[in-house]
C-alpha cells in the first residue's frame, strides 16, 4: 500500500513590506503636535499655519526604512484648532449664535426615502427661518439707533439734556440735523454699518474655507462601493437627483433605502462657494432693504398724513422699490438649495454683485428722501416697529410649525428608532434659533432704553422720558422667568432619576471589579459618573420641552402685546393687588434677565478675546456646532470641515498612491472621529479599502446619528462599515460624549470594542500602585485596549515586515491623538 500523500501545506501569505501609518486626528478643543506625538521635536509634512500634518523629526523619513516600524506605525498628527480657535477676534463669532443654530436645524432633517419634494421644502422653510433671523438682528439695530435714540431721545428735551452728545440732533437746538427725517438718515449708518461688517466677515471666511477647493483626483464618481456593498446596483441612478449639470437642492440623503450613496461622500458635499456666495448676497440685501424700510418708512407715513413739501408719490416709489427687493431676496433664498453631486466651481457674479449694490442704491435714496426738509415734522411716540416685530415673531412661529408638520411626515416615511423627538430635531433647534435671536435682540433694546431712561422705566409713563422700546419685547422679557419656573421641573426630575441610577449602580461596579475589596466612596464616585454621563441621552427632551415652552409662551406674549397694547405692567392695572404684582415682578425680572443675558455674551467675547484659555473654551463650542457648512445662513461662523475633511482626504489619498502596499490606520477622538469618517467618506474607491478606521469617544452615532439621522443615522454607518478594510471604536461607560456606533448587521461585525473599563483598577494594585483616576471622554491611549485595537487593524490591513536581525528597539508609542 503505497504511503499517504501528504496534504498541500497553505500557501504563505504575501509578506508586507511596505510602511504602516497612523494619522491621528485630535478631538474637541484641541491639541498641539508635541502633545499629539508625544515628542518635543516635530516637524511639517505639509500644510499650513492653520492645519497641517506633522511628524517627529526622526519619523520624517519613515518610508524609507520600514523595519524599523515592525511593531508601531508611523505616526502623523493632524492639527485643524487653527481652524475654529485660532486669534481672538473668533470669541466675538459668540454674537452669531443664532445663525450657527438654526444652520443646525437644516442638517437635522430625518431620513427621507423618495421625498424629494418633502426634502426641498425643508430647507426652504429653514432658510427661510434663517432670512427672519438677519432681519430680525437688523431691525433690533434699527430700533436702537432709528427708534430709541435719534426719534425718541433726540426728541424728548429731558433725555437729550442727560445726553450731551445727542445734543446737535435735539428737536430745541433747531439745526440743520434736528428735523426727525435727518435724525433717521444719519442715524441708519449704524444698522447700515452692521450688515456691511457682517457682509465683510462672511466673505472674508468665504475665501479662507469654502473656496478652498480639494484635490480634482476626487472628482470621480460619486456612486461606489458605499451602496453596492449595501445590495444596490452599481451605477444606478439616484431617483432625488437632478441631471448632471444641475443642481441638487437640499437632499442630503445619505444611504436612503440603500439605493445612494451617503451626502458625505458626494464630490460637492464640502464645497459650498457657490451656494454660500448667493445666501451673503440674499441675506446682506435683506439687512439694508430693512434699514432702507425704517428710514422711509417713517418719512412716508408722515406724507401720507400731511400736506408737506415733499411728494406723496415718491415715498410711495420708495417704499415700492424696497418691496420689490423684498420679494427678489425671498426668490433667491427659496430658488436654489446645495449643489452635491458635483464639484460646482460656478459663481452667479451678476446676482452676488448687483443684489446687495441695488439695495444698497435703495437705502441711499430712502436716506435722501428722509432727508427732505419737512420744517413741522416733529417726532413723538415711538416708530412703527411694534408691527415690525410682531409679523417677524409670527412668521417664524408659522415656519416652525410648518417645518415640524413636514419634518414628522418625513420620518414617518422612514422612521429611525433612535433618531431624536421622532424627528423633530430639526424644528425644535430652529424654535431655539429665534428664541436666541430674540434674547439677544430684545437685551440689547431694553438695556439701551433703560439707560437712556435714567430712573424711570421705559413704556410704564410714570416719570419715563421715552416710550421705550415695543411692546412686544417687554412681553418676551415677562416670560422668561414663567420659562425658567417651567424649566426646573425636567431638571429635578433628571437630577432625581441620575441618583436613583447611581445607586443602582453601584453594586455593578463593584461586580465588574471584583474580587477586589469594595470600598464605598469609591464605588459612589465611579457610579456617579456613570450615572451623569448617561445624561446625554436625555438632552433631546429638555430642549424638546425648552423649544414647546418657548413656542406657547411667545405666542402668549404675542396675544397679550396684540391685545392690550401696553407694557405686562401697565395691562395688568385694575385687575387686582396680586397680579399688578406679579406682572410687575415679570417684567422687571425678565427685562433684568434679557439684558444679563446678552451682557454675558459680550462680556464673554471680551474675555476670551484676551485670555487665551477662555477662547479655546469657546472654540470647543464652535467644533461641535460649525462642523456642519452654511446651507441655511451665510453669517454663521464658517464651516472648518470644508477645509479639514478635503485635507484628510488629500492627505490620505497622496501618500496611499506613493506607498503602494502602504498600510493606513486612520485614529480619531471625539470630534476628530467624525472628521475622519467624513474623509474616508470621501476617498476614492480604490483607496478605501486600503483604509482601517479607529474611533474612541465618538460622537458618530450617539450625537451625530441620532440628531443627524439623515448623514450619520444606521444607513450610512452601516456603508462606513463595509466600504473601509476594518474599524474599531472603543467607548466607555463613564464618557458623556462617546458611545458605540451600533452597526446594524447579523451577525455582529465587532466594530464596538466596550464599555472599557474605566478606571483601569479599582484600588491599589502590584502594577497600579498608585490609585487610577476616571478617565472619562479623555486619555484613551492610556488604556490597553487601545494598543490592542491598533495592533488588530494593522493585522486586518496586511502581514507586518519580517522581523529584521539588527531590528534596532521599537517605540513605546506611536502617539496621541486626544484634544
Known amino acids: 500500500m503505497a504511503p499517504a500523500t501528504p496534504p498541500p501545506s497553505a500557501p504563505e501569505p504575501p509578506q508586507h ?26 516637524v511639517r509634512v505639509t500644510g499650513d499655519e492653520v492645519a497641517a500634518v506633522y511628524r517627529r523629526t526622526e519619523d520624517a523619513d519613515g518610508e524609507q526604512r520600514p523595519e524599523r516600524y515592525r511593531d508601531e506605525p508611523v505616526a502623523e498628527a493632524y492639527c485643524w484648532s487653527g481652524l475654529t480657535s485660532g486669534n481672538g477676534s473668533r470669541a466675538l463669532w459668540l454674537l452669531l449664535l443664532p445663525f450657527m443654530v438654526v444652520n443646525l436645524a437644516h442638517w437635522m432633517r430625518p431620513t427621507a426615502t423618495g421625498r424629494s419634494r418633502a426634502v426641498r421644502l425643508y430647507g426652504v422653510l429653514v432658510r427661510l427661518v434663517a432670512l427672519s433671523l438677519t432681519v430680525l438682528l437688523t431691525a433690533a439695530a434699527c430700533e436702537v439707533a432709528l427708534d430709541l435714540l435719534a426719534w425718541q431721545c433726540a426728541g424728548a428735551d429731558a433725555c437729550a439734556e442727560r445726553r450731551s452728545w445727542l445734543g446737535f440732533l435735539a428737536e430745541r437746538q433747531g439745526g440743520w440735523w434736528s428735523q426727525p427725517g435727518r435724525r433717521l438718515a444719519l442715524a441708519a449708518v449704524v444698522p447700515a454699518a452692521l450688515v456691511g461688517l457682517l457682509w465683510y466677515l462672511s466673505n472674508r471666511t468665504w475665501s479662507a474655507y469654502e473656496s478652498q477647493r480639494p484635490l480634482d483626483g476626487q472628482d470621480a464618481e460619486a456612486d461606489d462601493a458605499f451602496g453596492a456593498a449595501a445590495g444596490h446596483v452599481p451605477n444606478a441612478p439616484d431617483p432625488d437627483a437632478p441631471g448632471p449639470n444641475a443642481s441638487r437642492p437640499d437632499t442630503g440623503g445619505a444611504s436612503e433605502a440603500g439605493s445612494v450613496s451617503p451626502a458625505l461622500g458626494r464630490p460637492g458635499f464640502w464645497y459650498g462657494r457657490r451656494l454660500v456666495a448667493r445666501l451673503r448676497a440674499a441675506h446682506t440685501a435683506a439687512g439694508f432693504l430693512t434699514v432702507a424700510a425704517a428710514v422711509a418708512g417713517a418719512a412716508a407715513r408722515y406724507d401720507r398724513g400731511a400736506e408737506g413739501p415733499v411728494p406723496r408719490f415718491i415715498g410711495a416709489a420708495v417704499e415700492g422699490g424696497i418691496l420689490v427687493g423684498a420679494l427678489v431676496v425671498v426668490g433667491v433664498v427659496c430658488r436654489r ?144 422667568p414663567l420659562l425658567l419656573i417651567l424649566l426646573l421641573l425636567p431638571v429635578l426630575a433628571l437630577v432625581v432619576r441620575t441618583a436613583r441610577t447611581a445607586r443602582r449602580l453601584g453594586p455593578v461596579v463593584e461586580a465588574e471589579y471584583a474580587p477586589e475589596p469594595p470600598e464605598a466612596s469609591r464605588t459612589r464616585r465611579i457610579a456617579r459618573i456613570r450615572a451623569t454621563a448617561a445624561l446625554t441621552d436625555s438632552a433631546p427632551w429638555i430642549v424638546g420641552v425648552v423649544s ?115 498600510r493606513l490606520v486612520i485614529s480619531g477622538h471625539s470630534q476628530g472621529s467624525v472628521l475622519a469618517a467624513s474623509a474616508v467618506w470621501q476617498l476614492p474607491d480604490a483607496t478605501r479599502p486600503r483604509v482601517a478606521l479607529l474611533t474612541y469617544g465618538s460622537p458618530l452615532e450617539r450625537l451625530y446619528g441620532r440628531w443627524f439621522p439623515a448623514y450619520f443615522g444606521p444607513g450610512p454607518l452601516l456603508g462606513l462599515h463595509r466600504s473601509v478594510h476594518c474599524w474599531r471604536n472603543l467607548w466607555r461607560a463613564t464618557d458623556p460624549i462617546g458611545g458605540p456606533v451600533r452597526i446594524a448587521e447579523d451577525p455582529d461585525p465587532g466594530v464596538d470594542r466596550g464599555p472599557l473599563k474605566d478606571p483601569l483598577a479599582y484600588g491599589r494594585t502590584p502594577r497600579l500602585p498608585l490609585p487610577e483616576p476616571i478617565l472619562g471622554h479623555s486619555d484613551y491611549q492610556a488604556d490597553p485596549a487601545f494598543a490592542d485595537a491598533r495592533a488588530d487593524l494593522l493585522e486586518e490591513l496586511g502581514p507586518r515586515v519580517p522581523r529584521q536581525a539588527e531590528a534596532r528597539t521599537q517605540k513605546g508609542t506611536s502617539g496621541r491623538s486626544s484634544g
Not at 413741522?376 to 411716540?381: A, E, K, L, N, P
Not at 407694557?567 to 404684582?581: F, Y
Not at 464673554?604 to 461641535?624: C, E, F, H, N, Q
Open 17 to 42: 513590506t511596505g510602511t504602516s501609518l497612523e494619522l491621528l486626528v485630535h478631538g474637541v478643543g484641541g491639541a498641539t503636535p508635541q502633545e499629539m506625538l508625544g515628542d518635543p521635536r516635530t
Open 337 to 480: 438649495g446645495r449643489s452635491e453631486q458635483t464639484r460646482d466651481t460656478r459663481l452667479d457674479g451678476a446676482l452676488i454683485s448687483w443684489l446687495p449694490g441695488s439695495a444698497l442704491a435703495l437705502l441711499a435714496l430712502a436716506v435722501l428722501y428722509a432727508s427732505w426738509s419737512r420744517p413741522d415734522w416733529q417726532s413723538s411716540g415711538t416708530l412703527p416697529g411694534e408691527a415690525t416685530f410682531r409679523l417677524l415673531a409670527v412668521g417664524q412661529g408659522i415656519l416652525v410649525i410648518a417645518l415640524a408638520v413636514v419634518a414628522r411626515g418625513l420620518y414617518r416615511r422612514t422612521p429611525e428608532p433612535r433618531t431624536v423627538l421622532h424627528g423633530l430635531g430639526g424644528p425644535v433647534v430652529a424654535m431655539l434659533a429665534c428664541a436666541l435671536g430674540g434674547v439677544m435682540t430684545g437685551g440689547v433694546a431694553q438695556r439701551v432704553a433703560d439707560w437712556l431712561d435714567g430712573p424711570g422705566t421705559p413704556g410704564m409713563g410714570r416719570g419715563a422720558d421715552i416710550a421705550g422700546p415695543p411692546v412686544l419685547l417687554s412681553w418676551q422679557a415677562s416670560v422668561i
Open 548 to 662: 414647546a415652552a418657548t413656542l406657547l409662551l411667545g405666542a402668549g406674549a404675542i396675544a397679550g402685546s396684540w391685545y392690550s397694547d401696553r407694557v405686562p405692567g401697565r395691562a395688568a392695572d385694575g385687575s387686582g393687588p396680586l397680579l399688578e404684582s406679579l406682572a410687575d415682578a415679570a417684567q422687571s425680572t425678565g427685562s433684568w434677565l434679557i439684558g444679563f443675558g446678552f451682557i454675558l455674551f459680550v462680556a464673554g467675547g471680551r474675555r476670551a478675546y484676551k485670555d487665551a484659555s477662555a477662547r479655546r473654551t469657546i472654540g470647543i463650542l464652535w467644533d461641535v456646532g460649525t462642523f456642519w457648512p452654511r446651507a441655511a445662513h451665510p453669517f454663521a461662523p464658517p464651516c472648518y470641515a470644508e477645509r479639514a475633511v478635503p485635507d484628510l482626504a488629500s492627505r490620505m489619498s497622496a501618500w496611499t498612491s506613493a506607498t503602494p502596499r502602504g
